[in-house]
């Protein structure tokens, strides 16, 4: 099927999203139709497996949301299994030259461009068969990310985003803090900063920029700058904060 998210940003259409980071199939139910253009399921930093993001893609189907996998690292076997249970569009932390950018586009592809073996338990890429040819349509539809989130990114992000296949570049502002010495302060106004020169030359690139940022305002200035896909917070830290919120009201004072 038709990857909305990549045409979306092919199209200069801003996505906003909001980080899924409990692995719950519940949860993603649940804002999935929030209103939302996409999701990003949290495979570094959240608790998720393979299975728990299989999941949490068969509910998400069912929505217009679009979901985007954060994958784990870098390993071209984690990638293959991801893509094999229908991922269309990934996401990669910790990009730091134009080498890991390449690999990573190579664990999508198959030969002769890539690395990616060819699975016959695809009950997904199933799916994608019967309105297409997978193996046509999976080159054409499947989308990219990769993060910089590190000085030494920041330094190699022309040569990024310059590879082929790299579809957009996210920038990550809490650990380019903690890059730059300020960890823990993604507001910092030398953080802010060097985010806004980021998307700059993404965009210079003529790729797609992408930020996060858990600060409305912050986020907002981020897209006026011309980030396309932004998340703008955090299911984790929405629960709690209306549960604490809701608490407070009964047991303070
Ligand atoms: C970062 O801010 O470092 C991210 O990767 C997004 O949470």
Redesign the pocket.
């Known amino acids: 099927p038709r990857n909305g998210f990549k045409r979306a940003l092919l199209n200069g259409d801003r996505q906003v999203g909001l980080?899924l980071g409990t692995a719950s199939p519940y949860i993603a139910d649940m804002v999935a139709g929030a209103g939302f253009d996409w999701l990003l399921i949290d495979g570094e930093h959240g608790p998720n497996d393979l299975h728990t993001i299989l999941v949490q893609l068969q509910v998400l189907a069912a929505y217009p949301v679009r979901p985007v996998v954060r994958v784990l690292d870098h390993d071209p076997a984690r990638i293959k299994q991801l893509l094999d249970v229908g991922a269309q569009s990934l996401m990669a932390?910790m990009v730091e030259n134009a080498q890991q950018a390449q690999a990573l586009v190579r664990a999508m592809r198959y030969p002769p461009q890539g690395m990616r073996g060819v699975g016959t338990a695809m009950a997904r890429a199933a799916h994608w068969n019967a309105v297409g040819d997978y193996f046509t349509e999976v080159e054409r539809e499947l989308c990219l990310l990769v993060?910089i989130?590190s000085v030494t990114g920041l330094k190699a992000l022309e040569e990024i985003a310059a590879v082929p296949g790299v579809d957009g570049v996210f920038i990550?502002?809490?650990?380019?803090a903690a890059s730059m010495g300020h960890l823990g302060n993604?507001g910092h106004p030398d953080v802010k900063a060097a985010v806004a020169d980021a998307i700059a030359r993404v965009t210079a690139a003529g790729k797609a920029a992408g930020v996060?940022s858990a600060d409305p305002a912050v986020a907002a200035a981020y897209g006026e700058l011309g980030a396309r896909f932004l998340?703008v917070g955090v299911d984790t830290l929405l629960l709690r904060q209306a549960a604490a919120a809701l608490a407070a009201r009964f047991t303070n004072g």
């Open positions: 980080f932390p993060q989130e990550g502002p809490s650990d380019l993604p996060f998340l």
